[in-house]
């Protein structure tokens, strides 16, 4: 089973993901699941960033067919000038809540785009990201859902190159305060010594740099 992540950047792309014509051309392509994080009016008020232009949502599918017939079908449905792909391998640390097909997670499901800095070697960097960053990511976040994708394969000529995709999901309240994302208690000293802690391991690995930052609603679907 192949996982590809599509990342996508046109406001009217973002709304056909949702749609079952969408679904059904997946389905018709060899497509087994998808899921769709979305940037919606849901997660207005998060903290959203990026090195270029804004992700406006990202389909993540899982596939024993024909990949390429897959982003032929997605680049011809869709409004968006460049379907940015990539192959990844799934790793799930704290696994997602289950929702019913269709339904929205009761979350802010927030989306990390990774790019590896040039001065570290790929076994460095996946090394450092997912034995030791990881733990202190979880600990010092209120995270019900951790997911690491290792980007193996980058699949349109146009897409930037990116070393992973991670998924994490935190309480709705977590948008607007950082008690709710830290998970911290109301302690304003925890909460600053959970910041610091997780900071410090960021910026170890380069992940404080070159990054998409991108709150989503999350909807999974089986096919």
Known sequence: MTKVIVTLRSENSASRVLSPSF????QASGVSAVQVNIDDDAVAPALRFGPSEPITALVSIWSDGDVAAVLDMIDQ????????????TEHVRLDPEPVPDGARSDVMAQMAVLRKPES???????SYWMVRHT??????????????NVVQE???????VVSGIVEEHFPMAAMSDPHEFYGSGGDD????RR?????ESVVKFGADQG??????????WSL
Do not use: C, G, K, W
């Open 77 to 88: 449905t869709l409004d968006e000038p460049e379907v940015h792909a990539y192959r990844v």
């Open 154 to 160: 980058v699949l349109t000529p146009t897409s930037p």
């Open 195 to 199: 910041m610091a802690e997780l900071l």
């Open 120 to 126: 570290m070697r790929d076994d460095e960097y996946l």
């Open 23 to 26: 679904r059904e051309s997946l």
């Open 211 to 220: 990054l998409d930052l991108v709150p989503t609603s999350r909807y999974f």
């Open 189 to 192: 000293r925890e909460l600053q």
């Open 135 to 148: 733990p202190v990511a979880i600990r010092t976040q209120n995270t019900s859902a951790y997911v690491q």
